[in-house]
């Protein structure tokens, strides 16, 4: 078995994650639970609505919804100039 050193964790750890922040993670989740609850209390009762019939497309509108919102308030990397 390959022993894996802790920079080589920190490497893999950078790669996979590196690209996400903190604050975009919590805006998905409030928004993933913010859809959940606006389909609880709001719903749609025919069942013809697109994005409020069901639990799953409510909770991954809510997630997206709440994934654009938080990116608004990232710091984005400005291109060096050489």
Do not use: H
């Not at 078995?1 to 590196?18: A, V, Y």
């Amino acid at each position: 078995m390959e022993n894996i050193t802790t920079s080589d964790k920190n490497i893999l750890r950078k790669k996979l994650f590196g690209k996400i922040s903190v604050l975009v993670l919590i805006g998905t989740v409030i928004g993933a639970i913010g859809g959940y609850i606006y389909y609880i209390q709001v719903g749609c009762v025919s069942g013809t609505c697109a994005i409020t019939s069901s639990p799953w497309m409510s909770t991954a509108w809510g997630g997206a919804f709440g994934y654009l919102i938080f990116d608004l308030f990232t710091k984005k990397e400005s291109p060096k100039e050489n």
